[in-house]
């Protein structure tokens, strides 16, 4: 499963070894065979890199996804990525617990607000800011957020971590929280090159690292010296959703270069 853009390019590829392995024998035609397929796989692998630059420059959260399951091999290839992330002394200070049982993850859902009002966690766990309700979001019965879990604009609530199939839970040791958040986003990123939208949030840690800490320990196979500090949820996009409603449309713009860069030159 990948992007549509490199649909093309993996086509390029598979044609020219199809052509490589049908050439038997040395011949001038074979030379030329050869140099074209050489050629047309430096300008394919080119097309590649500049495809996944453009792609990684422009990732954006995806806001809803399918119910279409995760295939295995893809789901070993993203986990090896965050494996891979480089760390400061390469202490790989962090721990992956890959989630697919919607139970678990309706429980998690659920118990990010049971018995509490929202805006204030339970002792020892901190309010993300992506757990922020914006203004005029109403709260159900019971102190869930109406209409979804995570914040929404207008009518249409945007993916919570029940709504993923697919949700690793990231985990480390206290003052690793940037090794963990490059894998992460490392874990990201090659998700979205096989094909998938992904959406990193933190408003879980409120129930994961709260009250019921160790059950949780236990469940998601979290080490003890270690919390959970971020939640990748992956799953194809939902492309029913029109781009127009307000609710998925209603990111703010990127800051341009100039306001958020300073140039130190020699």
């Not at 998690?108 to 757990?131: T, V």
């Not at 874990?187 to 979205?192: C, D, G, K, P």
Request: aromatic content about 4%; charged content about 15%.
């Amino acid at each position: 499963m990948v992007k549509t853009k490199y649909v093309p390019l993996i086509a390029v590829i598979s044609a020219i070894c199809l052509s490589c392995g049908c050439s038997q024998t040395a011949s001038p035609a074979g030379d030329a065979l050869g140099q074209t397929a050489s050629s047309m796989a430096q300008t394919a692998e080119t097309t590649e890199d500049t495809g996944a630059v453009e792609l990684v420059s422009n990732i954006a959260t995806t806001q809803y996804f399918t119910d279409e399951p995760v295939d295995s091999d893809d789901m070993e290839t993203i986990l090896m990525a965050g494996i891979n992330t480089p760390s400061a002394m390469n202490q790989q200070p962090w721990h992956f617990s890959v989630i697919t049982d919607t139970a678990v993850l309706q429980q998690i859902s659920e118990e990010m607000h049971s018995g509490m009002d929202f805006g204030a966690p339970p002792d020892g766990a901190e309010m993300p800011a992506d757990a922020e309700l914006p203004e005029g979001f109403g709260m159900a019965e019971g102190g869930s957020p109406a209409g979804g879990e995570e914040a929404a604009v207008g009518n249409v609530s945007k993916a919570g971590i029940a709504d993923a199939p697919l949700v690793i839970a990231i985990s480390c040791k206290e003052g690793s929280e940037l090794d963990a958040g490059l894998a992460c986003q490392n874990m990201s990123v090659t998700a979205q090159l096989l094909g998938y939208g992904t959406k990193i949030i933190s408003s879980p840690t409120i129930a994961v690292n709260g009250e019921k800490q160790a059950d949780y320990r236990t469940l998601l196979g979290i080490p003890e010296e270690q919390t959970a500090v971020a939640f990748l949820l992956i799953g194809m996009e939902d492309t029913s959703i029109e781009e127009t409603v307000e609710g998925y449309a209603g990111a703010s713009a990127r800051n341009p270069l100039e306001e958020m860069v300073t140039y130190v030159a020699g």
